[in-house]
């Protein structure tokens, strides 16, 4: 059976409240109505001054503002500060005594000038800012040759900066003796120094190393999106991309490498190239691709969807023996950084969600479906069964077949989950020609009895069955006769890497819902008989609001990632309903609404892999 691609479906944006507290003040970064609001706070002089940065933004240039927001507030830093107490007053003698009674001469008193002799001081207006004045220089020198404090000591792998490298004759000098392991000594940036502002359409960044040839036998270069963290060696973290000249150990010529990680498609290069080092490398990025030039002619190119307006990457440059234990040589003047901004203005798109007044109607849906409110701020009224509602933010509500009626009482989200049986909807999707041949390698979605009391409304408030103090990872299960959805409590902090759960379904398979936060989803296919037929794992970096649909039998897990503080959410949907989770007595919310299909006992459960004391068998 040929193995079902995932489909990501990017759809709808949310609200996210985060509150930071750190040694010396705190950051708050929030919505506020249609706005985005960001404060940073610092105290100096002991805690007796304030120094506040603030902005706001609409929601609907979030994309652009909030790097531009995170790097004004991150050089934001508070001086030592000037108490008033150590602040003299002026001193002011006053005078004699027999003077205070007497008037003051008569070329002393100064009489009210005329009309003529009015005149108002022009008030000094504030400098005048460009509007593209937040934007990274068209061009930065970012190493000349010499120490500076943007880049740190970078030793990796049996290198050992102290004793193998120095600045000499205008460059950094690395000289690796044999047996140092793989030696790798060079610098790398500890913030963020090339970015990709205003960055789309006709946009292009160029990253230049100049090398000396001399004093060069084997070299790695990297470009690296901080984020990932927990990496091993100091090596670069994902997504990068790589670039290595390296001399064979013949001395005849030299193997080259272009490597854009995570690992995809058509993303590795490999080449030959002559024995004597560049003069220079550059890397060029543009919206979507990156590119490899040496001593002026490009030598690779290659896709890169991590490349997109806002992000910034660090850099790496390091010595690179032709195999462990061999010396390597480095000798690197200069890097630079050189832009040409986008000739258009990039298209914004409105803040995503209904409207108050909007009115989602279903004449004569055939099955029960879900509708998930978000917790932020969105409420809606809804009519079925001869019944009216008040579903209020952060809320689940089942409703049943027939005809039923959805109003918005407030700007936001609403995500209705239906079933394969309304078939109008299902002509509507995005992915729609991925099941037509049916999916026969997923069990059939057959229809779980009827609830005990009756098809009717059923609406549940998410917030009483959250624990504030509880686990991080509270997973709030609910059942239909046609689905059964997971509706973890939102994180507040990412995902801890060394604690993810890589596991598989062998006949279902899963709608992965995220409307906060950033995620990451990994994927892994099982391999067969022909190399073919073999498919990379994957590692899509998603933004919110989107949903991904994870095929049967692909090993995968999802963890959330950037900065702790702000809120990022996932709902898993499971149509039919998972009996393994459904027969578990007391995990599933509602259980005691709906009996279990006859037998249940009895079904075989096709999961496996690393999988969390929840999501194991009762």
Known sequence: MAQRKPVLIVTLAVVALAVAIFGNGLLIMAYRGSDVFYRKVLLSDGGSQINTFEITYPKSQKAVFDPVAARMAKYLSAGTGVSDKDVRPPVVEPPPEDDLDKPPPDDEVAAPPSDEEVSVEPEPQPPEIAQDAWRAPLEEMLFDGTPTPLFLPHQAHGGVFDTSARYEDGELVVDVPANSGWGKVGLLSNDPLVWMDDF????????????????????????????????????????????????????????????????GTDDFWKGTAGATAPKSVTFILRPDAVSVVLDGKTVAERPWPALRSGIGFR?????????????????????????????????????????????????????????????????????????????????????????????????????????????????????????????????????????????????????????????????????????????????????????????????????????????????????????????????????????????ARAIHTSRDVGQDGPESSLYDVFCPPRIDFAAKKGFVINEDECPLPEAAGEREVKTGGTLLNWQKPG
């Open 315 to 551: 850099v790496y440059a390091f010595s690179h023996p032709a195999d462990v234990n061999l010396p390597a040589m480095l000798g690197l003047k200069s890097i630079k950084v050189a832009g040409i901004y986008a000739t258009a203005s990039e298209a914004t798109e409105p803040a995503p969600g209904v409207e108050p007044g909007a009115v989602l109607q279903r004449s004569d849906n055939p099955e029960e479906y879900m509708v998930l409110l978000p917790p932020d701020g969105t409420s809606a009224r809804i009519e079925a069964g001869g019944k009216t509602i008040q579903a209020g933010s952060d809320s689940l509500t089942i409703v049943p077949p027939g005809q039923s009626r959805i109003t918005a009482t407030s700007k936001g989200i609403i995500a209705s989950i239906f079933s394969k049986a309304s078939q109008d909807i299902m002509a509507l999707a995005s992915n729609a020609a991925a099941y037509a041949d049916g999916a026969p390698e997923l069990a059939p979605p057959d229809l779980w009895p009827e609830p005990y009391d009756g098809y009717k409304l059923r609406h549940y408030p998410l917030g009483q069955y959250a624990k504030p103090d509880g686990d991080r990872i509270q997973p709030r299960v609910f059942r239909s006769t046609n689905m059964l959805v997971n509706i973890f409590v939102h994180y507040k902090t990412r995902r801890d890497t060394a604690a993810l759960s890589p596991h598989w379904h062998d006949d279902f398979e899963q709608a992965s819902l995220t409307l906060n936060g950033t995620w990451i989803h990994h994927l892994r296919y099982n391999w067969g008989s022909d190399l073919k037929a073999w498919w990379p794992d994957e590692h899509g970096e998603m933004q919110t609001p989107s949903v991904i649909i994870i095929p």
């Open 200 to 263: 789309h359409d006709d946009a292009e960044t160029r990253v230049t190393f100049a090398l000396d040839p001399q004093r060069t036998t084997g070299f790695g270069l990297a470009l690296a999106q901080p984020g990932w963290g927990g990496v091993g060696g100091n090596d670069p973290g994902y997504p990068d991309v790589r670039f290595y000249w390296i001399r064979n150990p013949d001395g005849k010529d030299a193997r080259v490498e272009m490597h854009v990680d995570p690992h």
